[in-house]
């Protein structure tokens, strides 16, 4: 059975606020150490502002922290970091774009709009613009260990395997071709995250105080949030400072505690959730039975089809002490409701919160689901037995648990 992923890492573009504003156009040089300067130039733009900006990955919030004049396509930006970070660069109007690895340290940019790729989010409420392609960068270390991450062979290999098993997908239409190509694509994907891994770890092992080892591992761990959770706090114990220092370690920091809070023998985070009729609900009022947490939503077509599944077991377990509560990913009432009304599930359903747009939701996030059906059982004291997305690992649990109930 194939996982319905959540998709919410879809960039959209939000207002900037907070906008520091720099008219000077002409460089004012400044010693490295006291911090940034850049200077750059861009073809196919002429006149416009150019701005530095900063995204709040935690509410999606986008901050400008410099902007400048952009004349006869030149621009100039100075500043001081507290760390090297990863920053947007824009030219208004257009919202032509590109992120640059900042440091405090003299950098020239030089590129043009020529193969810039164009998107548009407006049907999203986000906007529409453009990335900047041919860029390149000098006088920033943290920049030069980001290319060399990208563009190391073991890794840039395999872009141009990805884009033809894209290509021969697009074209295929036969949808039991299109999953051999698919199978494909996760095995590549396999040998691609294990190529990308090892770059990381051994530049981490070599440069543990470098923020650009923090960025790309906290980059890669974002799209790669199920790796061994062992492998993740050796390298996370790896750094030192300045990265130790950054919002990139302290990103992969609580990760690493929220995942480690999840394994099996801990208790589970405690949450209160509405119910149907708009009452509360708290998971620390199960105590003294046996729960799994159900991550599904009525868009979720592998998640409804699993329902027949866990009716036959709550009919067969629930007499002895074992429930079900369904946390509904749905961030519109009516959907779920529709859902539930189709579906007729006997057991407990509760509706998940979206304290921010177009983030995930806050059980959901709180439980690390990234994608769904998502299954969490725990014991009558409330700690975690298994935290799965696997049907069969939980038949197995219960099947142990209340064979061995009724042997004793």
């Known amino acids: 059975m194939k996982n319905a992923i ?8 939000i207002p900037f606020f907070g906008c520091n504003t720099n008219n000077n156009t002409v460089p004012n040089p400044q010693k490295p150490s006291e911090g940034y300067t850049i200077s750059g130039e861009i073809g196919g733009l002429t006149e416009g502002i150019a701005k530095l900006t900063r995204r709040n990955d935690d509410d999606r919030s986008v901050k400008t922290i410099d902007s400048a004049a952009f004349k006869n396509g030149m621009f100039h930006l100075k500043g001081k970091l507290d760390y090297p970070q990863v920053l947007r660069l824009s030219i208004e109007p257009g919202n032509w774009s590109f992120e640059v690895f900042v440091e405090n340290s003299d950098i020239k940019i030089k590129g043009d709009t020529t193969g810039s790729e164009y998107y548009d989010y407006t049907k999203y409420e986000g906007s529409k613009g453009a990335i900047i392609k ?9 920049q030069d260990d980001w290319m060399a991450f990208k563009t190391d062979t073991s890794i840039a290999k395999f872009d141009p395997l990805f884009a033809e098993l894209n290509k021969a997908y697009d074209i295929e239409k036969d949808e039991t071709r299109q999953n051999k190509i698919r199978d494909r694509m996760d095995s590549l994907r396999d040998r691609w995250n294990a190529n990308q891994l090892a770059w990381i770890s051994h530049f981490v092992g070599t440069h543990p105080g470098s923020v650009s080892g923090a960025y790309i591992f906290s980059n890669f761990y974002l799209y790669n949030q199920h790796m061994r959770l062992d492998t993740m706090e050796f390298i996370v114990k790896t750094f030192s400072s300045p990265a130790s220092t950054s919002d990139y370690y302290t990103y992969l920091s609580k990760e690493l505690a929220k995942r480690k809070a999840l394994t099996p023998g801990n208790l589970a985070p405690d949450f209160t959730l509405l119910k149907r009729d708009s009452t509360s609900f708290t998971l620390s009022s199960t105590r003294g039975r046996y729960v799994m947490l159900d991550f599904w939503a009525s868009w979720c077509v592998p998640c409804r089809e699993a329902i027949p599944h866990w009716k036959s077991v709550y009919a067969k377990y629930h007499s002895q002490g074992f ?21 007729k599930m006997p057991w407990l359903q509760i509706a998940d919160e979206f304290p921010y747009k177009n983030r995930p939701a ?3 996030e709180l439980y690390m689901t990234t994608f769904i059906p998502f299954y969490v059982l725990l014991d009558k004291d409330g700690k975690i037995l298994s935290y799965t997305g696997s049907e069969k690992e939980i038949d197995t649990q219960l099947e142990k648990l209340f064979n061995k109930s009724t042997l004793n």
Do not use: C, P, R, Y
């Open 134 to 142: 041919n860029i390149k960068v000098s006088g920033s270390k943290s």
């Open 323 to 343: 429930d079900i509560i369904s946390i509904t990913d749905d961030d519109k009432w009516k959907n779920w409701i529709k859902a539930m009304d189709q579906e």
């Open 362 to 364: 806050k059980v959901g």
């Open 6 to 13: 959540i998709a919410s890492s879809l960039f959209l573009a």
